[in-house]
């Protein structure tokens, strides 16, 4: 199994262009979930899918929309980036929330907003 | 609101010595279940260790264990025998409202020869 995999690793973007990050897990986990990570905040939920054809919004969802039109994939789409969306973000998965909720976690895309 | 403090910013710790890393929490819920995660330099977010709170035994992994104090909501991670792949940032955690996993802000662990 490859586990959780995201593209790109890194990605430059100039303020107001568009672009989607890449979500895949191979363990059919039906909980998936995308997070940022900012220096001394932990890591802040934007947007999380309970299954296929089902999401929802986390604590800091604007500026992101997500889709999640098959169990393996969960793309996260920046629709027009900003400075402020500098960070880096990961993607995870679980396979059940209630009873096995440990999440399994992507290696992370670090996204730079000029 | 249920939320996670992690009070220590960085720790550090010689080689092979103990260190034990701070977590509080707050939650209405009565079962849960509370989770370490380790952030070495490569950025993976790895699952060091799970304690279910209906579960009154501590939970054990190798050199890392819990001391879940349930009615202090309390949870934190000691590590023993540190070795210099311990040096990571720790985030504590639990699934909040809508199993949603909310993150402690880390502490920094530095592992000294």
């Known amino acids: 199994n490859a586990g959780v995999t995201q593209t790109p690793k890194f990605q430059v973007l100039k303020t107001g262009q568009s672009m989607t990050l890449q979500c895949a897990q191979d363990m059919n986990h039906e909980y998936m979930s995308w997070y940022r990570q900012d220096p001394g905040m932990g890591l802040r939920l934007i947007h999380y899918?309970?299954?296929?054809?089902?999401?929802d919004q986390g604590e800091v969802p604007n500026g992101y929309n997500v889709s999640r039109s098959t169990t393996e994939d969960f793309p996260l789409r920046l629709l027009s980036a900003a400075p402020s969306q500098t960070s880096v973000y990961f993607c995870?998965?679980?396979?059940?929330?209630?009873?096995?909720?440990?999440?399994?976690f992507g290696p992370g895309t670090r996204l730079t907003v000029l | 609101a249920q939320t996670v403090t992690q009070s220590q910013p960085e720790m550090s710790v010689q080689e092979a010595e103990t260190v034990t890393l701070s977590c509080t929490y707050d939650t209405s819920e009565s079962d849960y279940y509370l989770f370490w995660y380790k952030q070495p330099p490569s950025r993976q977010m790895i699952l060091v260790i799970r304690q279910e709170a209906y579960k009154q035994q501590n939970a054990t992994e190798n050199r890392f264990s819990v001391n879940f104090q349930k009615a202090a909501k309390s949870f934190s991670l000691k590590i023993s025998d540190s070795q210099l792949g311990d040096a990571a940032m720790y985030f504590c955690a639990f699934p909040g409202i809508s199993d949603k996993l909310i993150f402690g802000t880390g502490t920094r662990l530095q592992v000294f020869p």
């Open positions: 995870a998965s679980s396979f059940n929330p209630l009873s096995h909720p440990e999440q399994f």
């Open positions: 899918s309970v299954g296929a054809g089902i999401t």
